[in-house]
Structures are given as C-alpha cells and as structure tokens.
C-alpha cells in the first residue's frame, strides 16, 4: 500500500494554561469536561419525565449533584488503580511514588468502571434507589467523558496504536520514527460518538429507562465490540499475561462486560414482559 504521507504529531503541549504556579493539563480537562458534560446531560434526562417508568424520575435534580461526586472519586481511584494493577503492576510496585502522579496520564478505563459499579451500589442503597436505574443514567451520559477521555491520550501521546503504511499513520514522539495507528481516535469516535448516538436511541427512541438495565446491556455490548475492534490498530500492552495471540489483554477484559452486557439485556427484557403480563 502507498504511504502517501506520514503525518507528524501535532506539537501540543500537554499542558493547557497555567495560573501561577498552578498548571492545568489537557488530561485534566479532559475528565472535567466529560464529567460535566454528563452532569448536564443527566439532569436533562431527570428532567424529561415521560422517559421514565410511569413519567416519573427516580431521582430530585439536586440529587445529580451526589451522583457526580461519588462518580468523580470512583473514577479516578478506580481507574487509577486499574492501571497500576491491571496494566503495570510491575513498574508502579517498583515505583510506587509514581502512583499518585496521575497528571501524567495512565487511567485504566476497565479499573474506573469497576471503581464506578461500586460507587453506584454504594449511592443506590445510600438513597434507596434502583441500582440498574443509576447505571442507566450513568450509561446514557459516559461517552461525553469517553470522547474526551481518547481525545486527552491522543494529546498526552500514549495509548498509540500498531505501525501502519496507511495515510493515516502518525508518528509519534515516544512511538519511534515509524507511523502508527491513531487509534486513540479511532476509540474517541467508536467509544465516544457513537456510543453517544446509540444511547440516544436506547433512551429516547427505545424508551430503554423505562426497562431497567436495558440501557446499562447495550451500553456494555457495544463498548466490549467497540474496544475489540480498536485493539486491533492499537499496540498491545508490553509484557502482559493476558496478550494471546491474535488478542490483546484490553480484548480478554472486554469478554466479561460483553456477557454481562447481554444478561443485563435478558434480564430487563424478562422483567418488563413479566410486568406486562400482570398489568
């Protein structure tokens, strides 16, 4: 195949801004923005009451605000640690004070959404509220900061995919002089928009809210699709137990959320033609 050209990473700064002595890094903004974002979001479906069983939402807006503090906290320590005990357990055991420098990027997205499903059981019972409904909610909002989340690795130059003679090719600064795969894109754009559009139709077209844990299922699905099909263009964790080839350690994570995602979906399923039935 003709290389047509190789294109050179963009020369960003990984920092955004600084005030002072205080920096503020794209990697940051990127979880704030996506946090944010899917705060809004959230309280714009809580405030559409005819996407709800009985038009009627299962939590107060101010509620929303609970919701992003615990979801905040569980992402960073869960993803955090994801990454030191999924990933490299090796270097951070060896490094330990590496640990809390997250500003340099390395957040697992498998170790936040551990870290999330916990936070939520925690919340649910903590408001006596459905476990599946929080997960929905959270679902229907999470490709903002999935988006942002691709776009901030693609900035911090890491996560790179495999070496491509494609036109696409990029050669990145820590990557060596040959292009690869930006397939951190690829993962902003199938993790992140098109979850974003599917969610859109689970919630709004389907009425998926209404069904809980409907929403939750099909999020996990496609993501588990979505994240196989860019392991593919990106270059495998060095040095991993679960690298099996032809599959990668991000592949083998994904196969529990795949099964998990398809019994969310019978269940709900189950659950609402049973409901029917009695009504």
């Not at 890491?158 to 930006?182: I, K, L, S």
């Not at 593919?232 to 350690?249: C, Y």
């Amino acid at each position: 195949m003709l290389l047509l050209a190789a294109l050179t990473f963009p020369n960003i700064d990984p920092e955004a801004f600084s005030i002072g002595p205080v920096s503020i890094k794209w990697y940051g903004l990127a979880y704030m923005g996506g946090l944010v974002l899917g705060w809004l979001y959230v309280r714009r479906l809580l405030s559409t009451p005819h996407l709800w069983r009985n038009n009627t939402p299962p939590l107060t807006i101010d509620r929303v605000d609970d919701l992003l503090l615990y979801m905040t906290l569980a992402i960073i320590v869960g993803g955090r640690l994801g990454q030191v005990l999924l990933y490299e357990p090796g270097y951070y055991f060896s490094n330990p004070a590496e640990i809390l420098k997250t500003w340099r990027g390395g957040m697992s997205f498998h170790g936040a959404l551990i870290g999330s499903a916990i936070a939520i059981l925690i919340f649910a019972r903590q408001y006596k509220v459905s476990a599946r409904t929080i997960m929905d909610i959270c679902c229907a909002a999470v490709p903002f900061g999935l988006f942002f989340g691709r776009v901030a690795n693609f900035i911090n130059s890491e996560h790179w995919g495999r070496t491509t003679d494609a036109a696409v090719g990029v050669v990145f600064p820590n990557g060596g002089p040959e292009p690869r795969h930006p397939s951190q894109l690829y993962e902003a754009a199938l993790e992140g928009l098109v979850m974003l559009v599917i969610m859109r139709i689970m919630t709004h077209k389907v009425l998926g809210l209404k069904q809980p844990g409907l929403v939750t299922g099909v999020w996990l699905v496609w993501y588990a699709i979505a994240r196989s099909i860019c392991e593919f263009f990106r270059e495998p964790e060095p040095i991993h137990a679960l690298n099996i080839e032809p599959f990668t350690a991000g592949q083998i994570y994904s196969i529990p959320m795949l099964m998990l995602g398809i019994y969310f979906i019978v269940t709900a399923r189950r659950k609402s033609a049973a409901e029917q039935l009695q009504a």
